[in-house]
């Protein structure tokens, strides 16, 4: 009964072959939440960086063999060391400037770090692999009755089960393992009794990505070494922690590898799922056990944990207008595909604006509704035939369709949790569309139609097609403006800024999320399917993680929680990649700095920084939290 | 039935792992009263406070309120229902205004929050009664500036008029003079004063010329359990209730 | 410019502020300690005792005024540097780790200079930890993680010790407990800056009382003056 799905149970040697990937994937798994967990105990550091660092091990292993003539085993020793103590650079001039700030900027500022390895490593080598030859004394196969299991494997296995709970006893059983224990429990304290805490955080970063950069070490010879192995492998390593419960040593090890099994068993049942079985783990779970599964209970949902923004909600009257000017002769002026595509992702921004800057809510998988949407309106217009303005309400639909779902699993956890539950959805999402019927996989849906909206607007006209989407885009951004000033608004910055306030003043906080994300869901919607208008195509970069990082930068690099600061970030972003496109990679390297630089010096962006410099002035003999903190730290700093 | 409890419990107990940090703890607040729970650090003060304003749940007990079982309630709800609390640290909504920290407060009766379609303008009518709350507080001349911005005080003063915009009858205030100046806290026992006009205020404080000013009736609590309860004139002269505060075990 | 030794008190405190966010919690504190003394801050909630202890470790965000140690000034030192130079503290409330055993937290804070007692005779004079020191803080008693918290600190070499509250919510055959043990710490010639609300506990160690109120030291009592003050002390801490 099950021919349609074509479900097979396949058994002896073909089972445990799956299996065995299973496994192997899942030590990887393990190495890498492992060192995740290990990390965020400790600094609350959710480290984005990580699958980037595992990269640069397995190309710092694969550059020691081909210039120094270095091999495998002499670089399982070096490659962590080296990749460990970059990482303590990293840690002292960045990382540290984040630990007195909410958990969400370090998740930031490792984001960025993220963009620049993986852009100078695209710009160095490219998107393609380097092979990385096994060590000679591990090639061949080794009969065990009732399979034939590669060395090589057979060794990753015992190395990284050997390595986890080396790792696992040197935190469990050893003198400086109980000073880390005791330091995540209370840092204050644990310093205040003579413990060098800020050495023990370094040196705890530099363990973790040792760790990771061992992964990559191990990792070379199996898969390909190319830039982008990080990439691909962290979102669900990022799905793995949550399972796992965050900060759960033992939790990050047995969830590894038991989902890496789960993994290898579902390819060998039925393949396509494979890839989405770790999320839709994920989402059961948090609907079960929001902690996860060997995380304790978090109790009472504490004040959110949230970047702050400004939610601002005025308005210069003179500058929109003088800016609804310039947008009607801007085609006469500016290349018009390039302003529609603008005003396609000023309207995502202003969803995530609205999610992020209003709500509080750091949805991570924001592309999942942009993407979404762009997905089913191409599909309705070219395959249903659908007219452009019915393609656009299937494309909203969908887009507030997502947000219910994706909204009703991720408010059950909070702050850089829903951040990571957020992104893992997407990912899901993403695997979705790459497998799916309907998608056209790697080619997306293309050369979707124009035609004619409401039946007498001929969109296939340049100027005609920029009028309609600006149109669009200022119905979309009427919405936006109405949304935060309207009594649920309202209701909805309060919550963002005191969450246990509006408990106690009645609010059912978790309602106003979701109605947040729907909402959301529709404004990024509308944006995704007039996107698939202007460009007739709807493609896998649009559900992409990539796409998610972008507009998680336009919004904080306009101004987060300002009205109008996200468009400007949203043009400046556009115009960025348009104009230096030749520049290729070095575009997500510059991205990264930005992302640092806001991160550490302007935490409110351009235009809330702006309006910081001016309504703040006069405080300025007052207290200045942020600063003042950075200061201190910097004078903890120099005495160490 | 002689009396009138807007507040009981029956056997509250609490405890944290091994830990008991509220014991058997049978409360009666009258209605119309200010009743205020003392006692020395760690006498499980806060704990008790966090049990009744459903911040978790008792290991054991029951908590009646106004004739409502709230035992197993959601803190939204029992705040709908008329039982308001305040912070200890200033809970105010930081970056709105004055003016928008009360009329939010005002708003969360109402279903209307919901209604992101509508404009910010309905919320208009809800100014009247915004100016009022802000008079009795004493901060109409503060109302368009951020929340943020006020001086300590000031901000107790505002989280205190979004509490009573619920109405609530009854209010449970935690350490209501903490970190307050000497001034500060002359104008907010004025204003708790007159609060208790028309409904019953159930205080955690330490200050206790405050308590002994203020209150009604006192529970005093040591090591999680009901010490003594009466007026201040009462507790305040019992040998137990001096031994608890000052200590009276006598080393080798 | 350096104070004699000898003359000058171990740790001297001058004009003390600190601020939690907005708060004005210490209004200038002075206060000295001299080697071998007991001293205890007395106060009622809220005066600022636990925060003045908490600025003299270094772990108030914001703090100004002058902190002079051993004759050098450790005020804006980061604070394991504060623990590192001789200064043991036990935080109000324990500061047991729950996920380390006692065993674990006994050895914790690291050994720095000669230990003021033995591990053994920490041991002997705390038989029940000896008996749990494979349990987790988080299944100790009360009196039982007490004494883990003061046990810890002597085997550091810390010979000045800041206890916060110590019988604080415990019962009375433990608060006997400790007393003995803070009195045979002072025959050793341990200095201790004690908070307590327990004035009939300290006034049979200390030498010195010093009394807070709203952030400021409003007295200091020598303790062969506390029966005829008693009045007053009441006055200062009773209900």
Same mark, same amino acid.
């Given at each position: ?8 149970? !396949?058994?002896? /040697? ?116 380097? !092979?990385?030859?096994? !060590? ?34 040197a935190i469990e059983r050893t003198q400086l393992g109980s000073q880390m224990r005791a330091a995540t429990e209370n840092a204050k304290l644990t310093q205040a009794l003579g413990v060098n805490v800020p050495v023990l955080m370094m040196l705890t970063y530099a363990g973790g990505v040792g760790l990771a950069a061992l992964a990559g070490v191990m990792a070379a010879p199996i898969y390909q070494v190319s830039p982008m192995m990080g990439a691909e492998i962290i979102i669900v390593v990022f799905a793995v922690v949550v399972i796992g419960g965050m900060g759960s040593i033992m939790g990050s090890i047995v969830s590894g590898f038991a989902l890496g099994l789960i993994e290898g068993l579902t390819k060998a049942i039925y393949p396509p799922a494979s890839s989405l079985i770790i999320f839709v783990a994920m989402a059961i779970i948090l609907l079960i056990r929001p902690a996860g599964l060997f995380g304790r209970s978090q109790g009472v949902p504490a004040a959110v944990s949230v970047v702050r923004g400004g939610a601002d909600t005025s308005i210069n009257p003179w500058l929109s207008t003088a800016l609804l000017f310039l947008a009607i002769v801007a085609p006469f002026f500016f290349y018009p595909v390039f302003l529609m595509k603008a005003l396609c992702f000023a309207l995502f921004a202003c969803s995530f604006n609205l999610v992020l800057g209003y709500g509080g809510l750091l949805s991570f998988g924001h592309t999942a509704f942009f993407g979404g949407s762009a997905y089913v309106a191409a599909h309705a217009?070219? +395959? ?12 909203? /639909? ?101 969450? /246990? ?30 996107? +698939?208008? +202007? ?89 200045? !939290? ?11 700093? /120099?005495?160490? | ?29 009258? *209605? ?92 208009? *009518? ?90 009604? *009736? ?35 | 410019?350096?104070?004699?030794? =000898? ?129 987790? =803080? ?99 801490? =009773?209900?």
């Amino acid at each position: 009964m099950f021919e349609w799905i074509d479900v097979s149970i !396949p058994t002896g /040697a073909a089972l445990y072959s799956q299996l065995l990937i299973g496994l192997i994937n899942g030590a990887f798994y393990a190495l890498l939440s492992l060192g995740l967990a290990i990390i965020f105990g400790l600094l609350g550091v959710i480290n984005f960086a990580h699958g980037a660092q595992y990269m640069v091990g397995a190309f710092c292993a694969w550059a020691l063999l081909h210039y120094a003539g270095i091999g495998y085993w002499p670089a399982l020793l070096l490659v962590p060391l080296i990749v460990g103590g970059l990482s303590i650079i990293i840690e002292r001039t960045l990382i540290r400037h984040t630990y007195k700030l909410d958990h969400a900027y370090s998740l930031l500022l490792t984001f960025g770090l993220l963009l620049i390895i993986e852009g100078v490593f695209r710009q160095a080598f490219g998107t393609f692999g380097q !092979p990385y030859a096994m !060590p000679s004394s591990l090639t061949g196969a080794t009969n065990m009755g009732f399979m034939y299991l590669p060395n090589y494997r057979g060794w990753v296995l015992v190395a990284s089960l050997t390595i986890c709970l080396v790792t696992w006893y040197a935190i469990e059983r050893t003198q400086l393992g109980s000073q880390m224990r005791a330091a995540t429990e209370n840092a204050k304290l644990t310093q205040a009794l003579g413990v060098n805490v800020p050495v023990l955080m370094m040196l705890t970063y530099a363990g973790g990505v040792g760790l990771a950069a061992l992964a990559g070490v191990m990792a070379a010879p199996i898969y390909q070494v190319s830039p982008m192995m990080g990439a691909e492998i962290i979102i669900v390593v990022f799905a793995v922690v949550v399972i796992g419960g965050m900060g759960s040593i033992m939790g990050s090890i047995v969830s590894g590898f038991a989902l890496g099994l789960i993994e290898g068993l579902t390819k060998a049942i039925y393949p396509p799922a494979s890839s989405l079985i770790i999320f839709v783990a994920m989402a059961i779970i948090l609907l079960i056990r929001p902690a996860g599964l060997f995380g304790r209970s978090q109790g009472v949902p504490a004040a959110v944990s949230v970047v702050r923004g400004g939610a601002d909600t005025s308005i210069n009257p003179w500058l929109s207008t003088a800016l609804l000017f310039l947008a009607i002769v801007a085609p006469f002026f500016f290349y018009p595909v390039f302003l529609m595509k603008a005003l396609c992702f000023a309207l995502f921004a202003c969803s995530f604006n609205l999610v992020l800057g209003y709500g509080g809510l750091l949805s991570f998988g924001h592309t999942a509704f942009f993407g979404g949407s762009a997905y089913v309106a191409a599909h309705a217009m070219k +395959v249903w035939g659908f007219p452009p303005e019915l393609g656009i309400l299937a494309g909203v /639909a969908t887009g507030a369709t997502l947000g219910v779902i994706i909204g009703s699993i991720a408010i059950r956890r909070q702050g850089i949790y829903l951040a990571m539950v957020t992104m893992a959805l997407a990912q899901m999402l993403y695997f979705v569309a790459v497998q799916a019927p309907f998608t056209g996989g790697e080619d997306g849906i293309q050369s979707v139609p124009r035609g004619m909206l409401f039946g007498f607007i001929d969109l296939n006209d340049r100027l005609t097609l920029y009028y309609v989407v600006l149109a669009i885009f200022l119905i979309g951004f009427a919405a936006f403006v109405r949304i935060i000033t309207s009594p649920y608004g309202h209701a909805l910055k309060a919550i963002r800024e005191n969450e /246990a306030r509006a408990v106690s003043l009645g609010f059912r906080t978790n309602s106003f999320k979701l109605i947040c994300f729907v909402l959301a869901g529709a404004l990024a919607g509308l944006g995704g399917s007039t996107k +698939v208008i +202007v460009f007739g195509i709807a493609s896998l970069t649009d559900v992409h993680f990539a796409m998610s990082g972008e507009v998680i930068l336009m919004v904080l690099l306009g101004g987060l929680g300002t009205v109008l600061g996200p468009i400007f970030g949203a043009f400046a972003i556009i115009a960025m990649e348009s104009y230096l496109q030749a520049y290729g990679a070095w575009i997500k390297v510059i991205q990264g700095v930005i992302f640092i630089v806001i991160v550490l010096v302007f935490r409110q962006g351009i235009v809330g920084e702006f309006d910081r410099i001016a309504g703040w002035g006069r405080r300025l003999m007052g207290r200045s !939290p942020s600063k003042g903190v950075q200061a201190r730290d910097a004078s903890a700093g /120099a005495h160490n | 039935m002689s009396e009138d409890n807007i507040l009981t419990t029956e056997g509250l107990t609490k405890s944290f792992g091994g830990f008991v940090a509220v014991r058997n703890v049978d409360l009666r607040v009258r *209605r119309g009263t200010i009743h205020a729970v003392i006692g020395p650090n760690g006498a499980g003060k806060t704990s008790l406070f966090n049990l009744l304003t459903k911040t978790y749940p008792p290991t054991s007990g029951r908590i009646v309120f106004d004739g409502r079982d709230i035992t197993a309630m959601k803190p939204y709800d029992v705040a709908r229902i008329g039982l308001v609390r305040s912070f200890q640290i200033s809970a105010i909504f930081p970056r709105l205004t004055v003016r928008e920290n009360v009329r939010v407060a005002l708003q969360g009766k109402t279903d209307e929050s919901y209604a992101f379609w509508r404009s910010g303008k309905t919320l208009r *009518r809800l100014d009247a009664r915004v100016d009022e709350l802000l008079a009795v507080v004493d901060l109409t001349g503060f109302a368009d500036s951020p929340a943020v911005q006020l001086p300590y005080g000031r901000k107790r003063a505002l989280e205190i008029a979004t509490t009573i915009a619920l109405e609530p009858t009854l209010l449970l205030l935690d350490e209501p003079m903490a970190g307050l100046s000497r001034q500060d806290i002359a104008r907010i026992a004025q204003l708790i004063r007159q609060l208790a006009a028309d409904r019953t205020i159930l205080m955690v404080e330490h200050n206790l010329s405050v308590v002994s000013d203020l209150s009604d *009736r006192i529970t005093v609590l040591s090591r999680g359990e009901v010490l003594a309860e009466g007026t201040y004139q009462e507790v305040s002269t019992m040998p137990r209730v001096q031994e608890a505060y000052i200590g009276g075990v006598h080393a080798a | 410019m350096q104070p004699e030794a =000898g003359t000058a008190p171990m740790l001297c405190v001058r004009d003390l502020e600190a601020w939690y966010d907005e708060s004005y919690v210490l209004q200038g504190i002075d206060l000295d300690v001299r080697e071998g003394e007991v001293v205890t801050l007395l106060g009622r909630n809220g005066a600022g005792k636990s925060t003045t202890l908490k600025s003299i470790m270094g772990m108030m965000d914001r703090c100004a005024g002058t902190i002079t140690f051993k004759g050098s000034d450790i005020r804006g030192a980061a604070s394991h540097r504060i623990a590192l130079a001789g200064i043991g503290y036990c935080p109000e409330e324990r500061g047991i780790f729950s996920s380390l055993t006692v065993a674990e937290n006994m050895i914790l804070p690291p050994r720095f200079g000669d230990p003021a007692l033995s591990l053994e005779r920490i041991y002997e004079l705390f038989p029940n930890l000896l008996a749990r020191r494979a349990s987790f =803080g988080s299944k100790l008693s009360g009196g039982e993680q007490q004494m883990l918290a003061i046990g810890r600190l002597l085997r550091t070499g810390a010979r000045f010790l800041l206890l916060d509250e110590p019988t604080e919510g415990l019962a009375p055959v433990i608060v006997e407990q400790i007393g003995r043990v803070i009195l045979e710490l002072k025959r050793a010639g341990l200095t201790i800056l004690l908070v307590e609300q327990n004035f009939v506990f300290v006034s049979q160690m200390a030498d010195r009382h010093y009394v807070m109120e709203d952030g400021k030291i409003v007295d200091v009592i020598a303790n062969d003056r506390v029966q005829a003050e008693e009045g007053k002390i009441r006055k200062y801490l =009773g209900v």
